[in-house]
C-alpha cells in the first residue's frame, strides 16, 4: 500500500445556484456551498486523514473550499499548490450561459453531449478529453509522486478537471463516463498500491 489521494469538488458556487455555465469563470461560493466545504473537511478528519500537501485550481471557489477543508483539520498553514491544469472545463461560448436558455435553444440532446460526452468540444471550449490532456499530466507529474511516497494529498478542484481525473484513475470507457458525476463538497478517497494502481476508493457521502 502506498498513499492516499483525497479529490474533492468545490461546494456549491453562485452560479451553480443560479444554473449558469461556469467554466473558467470565476464566481464565489453560495452559503450551501461554505457549508457544503467545512462538512468535507469534517468528514476527511473522521476518517483520521491528515494531508502533507493540498493542490487546488486558479480558480477561487475551489481555493475557498480548500481553505475550509484545512480549517476544519486544523492544518490552515498546510503547503497549498495553486495550478491552472485543475481549472474547470473551459466552457467556451456557453460560459455565463444558464443551461435552461440553452437546452431550449439547441435541445437537451446537445446540450447532454457538450456537457457530459468525452470527446465533444462545447463552442469554443474545451471537451472532457481536452481537459485530461491537461489534468493528467500534471496528476502523473506533479501530484501522484507525493502519493507514491506515501503522503496524503488534498485535491481541491471542479467537476470536470475531477472527472478527467476519475475516468483515468478508474479506466473508464469515452461511454461509461458520460454517466459519471461528481458532486459538490463530497470527498472521495482513493488509496493507491505502490505501483500506483488503485487499491480502494471511497466516497464520502452523507
Ligand atoms: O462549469 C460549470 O458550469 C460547472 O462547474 C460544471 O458544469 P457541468 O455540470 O455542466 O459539467
Request: aromatic share 6%; no cysteine.
Amino acid at each position: 500500500m502506498s498513499g492516499t489521494l483525497i479529490l474533492v469538488r468545490h461546494g456549491q458556487s453562485e452560479w451553480n445556484l443560479k444554473n449558469l455555465f461556469t467554466g473558467w469563470r470565476d464566481p464565489g461560493l453560495t452559503e450551501k456551498g461554505h457549508e457544503e466545504a467545512k462538512s468535507a473537511g469534517r468528514k476527511i478528519k473522521a476518517l483520521g486523514l491528515k494531508p502533507n500537501i493540498a493542490f487546488t485550481s486558479v480558480l477561487s471557489r475551489a481555493n475557498v473550499t480548500n481553505d475550509h477543508i484545512l480549517a476544519e483539520l486544523g492544518l490552515e498553514g498546510l503547503q497549498t499548490i495553486r495550478h491552472e491544469a485543475l481549472n474547470e472545463r473551459d466552457y467556451g461560448d456557453l460560459s455565463g450561459l444558464n443551461k435552461d436558455d440553452a437546452r431550449a435553444k439547441w435541445g437537451e440532446e446537445q446540450v447532454h453531449i457538450w456537457r457530459r460526452s468525452y470527446d465533444v468540444q462545447p463552442p469554443g471550449g474545451e471537451s472532457l478529453k481536452d481537459t485530461g490532456a491537461r489534468v493528467w499530466p500534471y496528476y502523473l507529474h506533479t501530484m501522484q509522486p507525493h502519493v507514491l511516497r506515501g503522503g496524503t494529498v488534498l485535491v481541491s478542484a471542479h467537476g470536470n478537471s475531477l472527472r478527467a481525473l476519475v475516468m483515468a484513475l478508474d479506466g473508464l470507457s469515452g461511454e461509461e463516463v458520460v454517466k459519471m458525476e461528481i458532486a459538490t463538497g463530497i470527498p472521495i478517497v482513493y488509496s493507491l498500491n505502490a505501483d500506483s494502481t488503485v487499491a480502494s476508493k471511497q466516497i464520502l457521502e452523507d
